[in-house]
């Protein structure tokens, strides 16, 4: 079988429409917040550009959890982990730019260091000053625990629901640490206050826009990044490990270290879309380690289709819409709706909306409905 | 086993008791008879003290009154340092009144209806102190044994060597086993910080207190003053050494056992668990709120039976189990017929399902109970504690071992013994088979599901008396459950067991050195660690089955 240049494998109909429309808002939207004035028919609201944005960086989390999870089959409950860590490495270095400005006035230590009497900055806190180290540690650090992690459990071959525990386990563990006062990442209140990023004021609408722009660029980016990977001969034999694994094994393929690549490139995707998540909201608690976090991650890859890439993305907005909306509008029944949601998606649409639309086209065309065997099992 | 540990304190209790009861009115009324007693004729004398206006005569009398064994002299002395005793000014006879202004003749105790012109007898702070210490030599004497007991500890807090003899006095009349042990105590504590008594009574004393061997006793060591005799202070720090030796160990059963109770409780929240998620492969999230409808369920029980028929409030608990089980049981059937039974052979995809399915039960409890946390009360039997070798342990964590043993074998008989356990081993182990032996799997599928959602509800009874009984009840369960089942080998029910006892022992060993979240932490990353050794469990399933 020949292999479709890398341009055309990058530009499948599920992806370039995606890429162009994220391009597009990343030019479109920052000018309609901007340039119109407030009132004007095609003004966008700071407040919906700061949503949007949020969303976005959801939506990169949303993929980085699709590409292990729809193409390598590995359930990670734990995704949310890798997030937040993402996010506390860019939340410490908006604490150190606070300087002395924080309540206190101190030079050097953030607020809370001051309240809890630390008398010298942690030894993990030195660097984060260098915005380009603490960007570094936000890929770094999140990459170095899912390596470490997952070097251990594929290793030693934990698989399916035991590996979806564990991973469960660990961001439990991690949100109980992090809201130890001791471990000195702000316990319990976390990390906030912000006042600027790379001397930009966060409150300030075109700082806002940027991020919403950047945040776009980098979903798009983080699309393209996984299409590349499960397009290419890697992802091939990520494909057979997620639908046969011992048959892949047996074929001669270290199973663990495509399992492993792709389980800390995806962990760095989570990790910076972290990054850019912790300015737009404007602060970093414990809470986001919590393992309901992590579950709600996979219902929006489940929602949009799993192994879509794309519909991931689709998910993570389309749910986060409808929680916005309804908490909003009808805050008694919105969790009645969300949990019929995950049962109706679950029960009718098993490849999530851009499997069942896909489905759909492919059985027009063929005129019978798609194998079953090429859908991913388990 | 618990049972039978409590019958003989519970026995001795209710002999005390009664001891009491029959006891106290004669006490009251006659004088104790071990105690010399005074002539009427010399308690007028003594009373007359009272009514001369001057403190020494005062002072002179509430010693002799004491000394006297009148059997009113307590609530004299009382009256007199709270101002209520007085004495008519033309006759001279003393009176008392009680809080609520009545007179009672201080000799013969008879109420008095009309006192003359009276005149309170003067009180100063001396007056109060030497009322205060006659008090305490005469509650030595009280007819409640626990009054007796405290009376000594009282003495012992003081130091006070002047009530020495008196005490001694009363050790002597003293018949209760238990008032004696208190009061050699308190004997051996003032022998211990008395400087004039003999090196060999002290000796004696600090041998008595290190046989005691409790905390107490190790407080009273210490009271031995620096300027003892180097034999005494010697004899006293190995006794202090002892006892901490002796009271380390007591701690670490004491660790053990709570340990063992926090697995119970694990135990009981992961055993439907193992299940729904270890049997049939369900990855049952919603598990947490079957467990919350069991707490819930209990809850309306006490309500009704509150309202309905509240002198049978204490046994609201046995009549929510069935309950309990009956309701988070037909939920869990219902939820198998209507969602899970689209999704076997699908694990991940069952997992979002019943994340949907407990957002919905939790958002429906929520909105039929509100949002605040529910009050179940502890029944009487549940209330209070057990002393074991000097380690108290709280009846309701007692009683959850026990439920959690009884709800853990009978599911393992029900397993193993009965033709619905067969059936379902035999669905589990080969589907198509059973189904071709003539067994019902859908049915059976269903009941398992049941099941396993019904023994989390009655883990929710259990739950809902040492846990807030909230919406949130079940998701603090949750990950706690799965990983004990995970620990413990998805499928093994013994795995299970083994891990939620162990887990919730090293969690309460590792909690002293560490504190409780970091244990917590601490025990996470070991199970998360312990995975990568035994990919499957303590007690992994064999056989080809597995790797289906």
Known sequence: MTRKPILFRLMAPHIAPAVLILVAAAALVPIANLAFPPGHALHVPTGTVVLLGKWLTYALLAVALDLVWGYCGILSLGHGAFFALGGYAMGMHLMREIGPRGVYGHPVLPDFMVFLSFEDLPLAWWGFDVFAYAAFMALFVPGLLAFVFGWLAFRSRVTGVYLSIITQAGTYALMLSFFRNELGFGGNNGLTDFKDVLGFSLQADGTRAALFALSALALAGGLLLAQAIVTSKLGLVLVAIRDAETRTRFLGYRVERFKLFVFTVSAMMAGFAGALYVPQVGIINPSEFSPANSIEAVVWVAVGGRGTLSGAALGAFLVNWAKSFLTGAYPEIWLFVLGFLFVAVTLFLPKGILGALRGLRLGRRAGEPRATSAQPAE | ?548
């Open chain 2, 1 to 548: 086993m618990a049972h039978l540990a409590r019958t003989p304190i519970r026995l001795v209790r209710l002999v005390l008791l009664a001891f009491t009861l029959v006891l106290a009115p004669a006490a009251l009324t006659a004088p104790t008879p071990a105690a010399a007693q005074a002539s009427p004729d010399e308690v007028a004398t003594i009373l007359a003290g009272f009514t001369r206006g001057q403190f020494p005569a005062t002072l002179a009398a509430i010693d002799a009154l004491a000394a006297s064994g009148h059997p009113r002299a307590a609530e004299i002395l009382t009256a007199l340092e709270n101002r209520r005793l007085v004495f008519e000014t033309a006759g001279r006879r003393v009176l008392w009144k009680d809080a609520s202004g009545a007179h009672f003749d201080a000799l013969t105790g008879e109420p008095v209806a009309t006192p003359g012109a009276t005149t309170e007898v003067r009180i100063s702070n001396a007056v109060r102190r030497s009322v205060q210490t006659a008090m305490a030599s005469l509650t030595l004497r009280a007819p409640d044994p626990r009054r007796r007991i405290e009376a000594a500890a009282a003495i012992l807090r003081a130091r006070d060597l002047s009530q020495r003899d008196a005490l001694a006095q009363a050790r002597a009349d003293e018949a209760d086993p238990t008032v004696q042990r208190a009061f050699d105590d308190t004997l051996a504590g003032l022998a211990i910080a008395d400087a004039s008594a003999s090196e060999g009574v002290r000796m004696a004393a600090i041998e008595r207190l290190a046989a005691r061997g409790d905390a107490s006793a190790r407080a009273l060591l210490l009271g031995l003053p620096a300027d003892a005799p180097d034999a005494l202070r010697e004899a006293a720090s190995e006794a202090i050494a002892a006892i901490d030796r002796r009271l380390a160990i007591q701690s670490h059963v004491q660790n053990v056992f709570f340990g063992l109770s926090l697995g119970s409780v694990l135990l009981l929240a992961a055993i439907g668990l193992a299940i729904t998620f270890g049997v049939m492969g369900v990855i049952n999230m919603a598990h947490g709120e079957m467990v919350m409808i069991g707490a819930y369920a209990t809850f309306v029980v006490q309500e009704l039976m509150r309202a309905f028929a509240p002198g049978l409030l204490d046994l609201s608990l046995l009549v929510a189990l069935p309950l309990a089980f009956l309701s988070a049981g037909l939920v869990g059937v219902v939820l198998e017929r209507l969602v899970i039974r689209h999704l076997y052979g699908r694990p991940l995809e069952t997992l979002l399902a019943t994340w949907g399915v407990s957002l919905i039960l939790q958002q429906a409890v929520r909105s039929l109970f509100g949002p605040t946390n529910r009050e179940v009360t502890n029944p009487s039997w549940m209330s209070g504690s057990l002393e074991l070798f000097g380690i108290a342990l709280t009846w309701s964590r007692v009683w959850i071992v026990v439920f959690a043993l009884a709800v853990f074998f009978t599911l393992l008989v029900a397993m193993k013994a009965t033709s619905f356990g067969l059936r379902m081993r035999a669905v589990v182990q080969n589907r198509r088979m059973a189904a071709s032996m003539g067994i019902r799997t859908p049915w059976i599928d269903a009941m398992t599901f049941g099941l396993g959602s019904g023994i989390a509800g009655v883990a929710g009874v259990a739950l809902s008396q040492i846990d807030n009984v909230s919406p949130n009840l079940g998701q603090s369960y949750i990950i706690d459950s799965f990983l004990v089942v995970v620990f413990g080998g998805v499928g093994s029910l013994w795995g299970a067991f083994v891990a939620a006892l162990s887990l919730g022992v090293a969690n309460k060993l590792v909690e002293p050195l560490a504190g409780a979240v970091l244990a917590k932490i601490v025990i996470l990353v070991a199970v998360i660690l312990f995975i990568q050794k035994r990919p499957r469990g303590l007690f992994a399933l064999k056989g080809r089955a597995v790797e289906s």
